[in-house]
């Protein structure tokens, strides 16, 4: 029963990004492209920030924690300013914007808004 909780939660998940991003044009700016690497490296540090908190924990290592919960907490900051830049420049609502602060929450969001929805279609085609 739990496995066919998560399948379904996860594709309510898919079905409610798919349908609030679903029309949008993306022009291919600076501030996007920059953001794309953020999200990708703000993902990464909450992958690294999960392989921290057993150390700490459970192994009384804190040291390691320290230094990626910094980077973690910085990358959150940076990517919730990008997400704002973008959500002006490229004229969204503030409902997405709302959606991509969200994701910065859910680990592999992050990942998942990058693949899907913060590329081009010429960036998809190479």
Do not use: C
């Not at 501030?31 to 392989?51: D, Q």
């Not at 969200?102 to 929805?117: D, G, M």
């Amino acid at each position: 029963m739990i496995y066919f909780e998560k399948l379904l939660l996860e594709r309510l998940f898919l079905y409610f990004f798919t349908f609030i991003f679903m029309d949008s044009t993306i022009r291919e700016t600076k501030t996007l492209k920059n953001f794309r690497w953020i999200a990708i490296a703000e993902g990464i540090s909450y992958i690294a920030f999960f392989i921290t908190m057993p150390l700490k924990y459970m192994m009384e290592i804190t040291m390691p924690n320290k230094i990626v919960g910094m980077a973690h907490g910085l990358l959150f900051v940076i990517y919730v300013v990008f997400a704002y830049l973008v959500t002006e420049e490229q004229k969204w609502t503030m409902k997405r914007f709302a959606i991509l602060f969200i994701a910065s929450l859910v680990p592999f969001a992050t990942f998942y808004i990058e693949k899907k929805y913060l590329r081009t279609k010429t960036l998809e085609h190479k």
